[in-house]
């Protein structure tokens, strides 16, 4: 399968330099993308949610550890699968939640759910329901850094099923070309909904795709947040300074692809195998041991994602929903 | 700077100026340069456009007065430049895409169709897509199937999107003005077989614009109301012509933008007229005639029609490259003519 060229455990010794701070947002982030998601299952449960939602439960360390090694200012685009990247760019939890239930409350007042979700103001450009989509978008954000004189960059994030699409091929060589900060962030959870990387690649490690475009490409282990944390931090320098570069993230989505996805293409085993690895559990081990963190400290912050998100829930469940009078709203500016 | 809209504008060349004579392609340059001098956001991007001058010449001589950042050749890569500006779009820049051959929209449908014209919707009026996509429509060169289409049709049916194709160098570069100057995507389909032909332009110290949305009557008429665009306005111009020596006097009205489309200069002229004809080149099944035919026959325009609508529209086929099928399959004067005389029956 995919060789993982992961970093050796020294490179990211010590929480590494990395503020007390960071790392608690990290975690904390993590939590709340968990809870936010384990909610919306629920939510599906009780019958309350009309669509569909993709979730990145086991996924967790990739959108939040890439975010939090930007700046604010920098943009992102996010994939189908995006609430960790969502909410590791800072978006608020209760208005993805109202998104989420369709409410006029949500970030996209109830029109584009979450497979569309953004928040310009938060930098980030969109969710995108087209796989792929999102890159030529990630371009050109990027395009406009140059041309305005930003010192700011664009992080792109799709799945390994994108890295077949001739949107990935074409953005990457005109990023390439024209040496642009973007730096692009494949997800890489082993499958594109049912079909494993083996059948989507001639080709064990992605970061090759990048590498055929003449641009650094990496390929690193994606449950290990404070790794990514790092990687991406010195990713976004090279990126600013050099142009693009593909940093593959090589993770595991515990649940199916959507809610209607029953598993059969893999076996309960491997789901089990990859849960060991959990990146939540493995970055709560790792604090410990390393005494940045207690465990109480820990269980703390885990409870305030929770309140956190149950506030979410209560704030969407009240919110009102558009008017039917304002369908057509927005259809032009 | 005045906004020419269609009711008692100023005809080039009436003012005191001398009147001027540009080509299309030289009155697009001419709106193309005009607004990125005025505005530093509005950049071009597309394949060929640099030193080479663009496929068809319009950009000639802009990258040496822009330079390379702001004329910018494009890998032969539609999807992803088109997505590029849209991303640009969404985040301040005023882009437009050149893409050499409309054939090649297909190419570049999905960023444009499911991205750029949804961005404002799906993400609840948080951002707007300003960009602008020039292309080359419509057969005549020898060019065959893959390199003439009018495939207008298309990018009608999304909602996000304008639509704009001009058929007179004013309206070419007044229209092109407004549609950089839209905050929406605007897709501004230019014609192959209109590029050298000249017309009347104000001095560039004239500044103008024409709003997006309103329709030019060219040839005002009292028996028949033929409604056309793009390269079919100097035919059915010339048809129009050639029938008033028969008596038949027809008002031919130049939608000139088919996003939004100005509905109510189509059924003013009809409910006067009391016969309606659509030319266009695409070919008929599905085409925006049919868009055209169903405002009619939904207005009050319907109760003062004397005779059915009529199309004259390409055939349904793929354009030949034999020069003489290829002038076959779509409205010839002699096609229009007929269609007229026997609406008048």
Redesign the interface.
Known sequence: MVSTRSRKASDTEASHGIPADTLRGIYLRMAQTRGFEEAAARLFTEGKVHGTAHFCIGEEATGIAVCAALKPEDRITATHRGHGQSIGKGMRLDLMMAEFLGKETGYCKGRGGCMHIADFAAGSLGANGIVGGGIPIAVGAALSQRLQGSPNITACFFGDGATSTGSFHESVNLASVWKLPVLFVCVNNLYAMSTPLRKQANIADLALRGQAYGIRSVSMDGNDAIGIYLAAREAREHVRVNGPMLLVLNTYRHMGHSKSDANVYRSKQEIEEWKKRCPLRRMRERLVSEGTFTEKELDAIDAQALADVEEAVRFAESSPSPRIDEAARDVYA | MHSHGRRGRPRPGTAERPTREITYAEAIREALCEEMRADPRV?LLGEDIGVYGGAFGVTKGMFQEFGE??V?D??L?E???????????????R?VVEIMFSDFLTIAL??LA??AAK????????????MVLRTAGGSGTGAAEQHSQSLEAWVCHV??L?VVIPSTPYDAKGLLKSSIED??PVVFIEQKLLYRQKGPVPDPAEEYTIPLGVADVKRIGRDLTIVTYGRMVPRCLEAAGKLSEDGIDAEVIDIRTLVPLDSSCIIESVKKSGRAMIVHEACQTAGFGAEIAAVIAASDAFFHLDAPIRRVAGLDVPIPYNPVLEASVVPTIEKIMAAAKDLLR
Request: charged letters at 15%; aromatic letters at 6%; proline letters at 11%.
């Open positions: 950049f950042e702001r910018r494009t890998p890569s999807h992803a430049i088109t997505g590029a500006a849209a991303g640009a779009a969404m985040t301040g820049m882009p999905e960023q499911n991205q961005a404002r919707y799906q993400f609840g009026g948080q951002v707007s897509v300003p909602p996000g304008k905050p929406n």
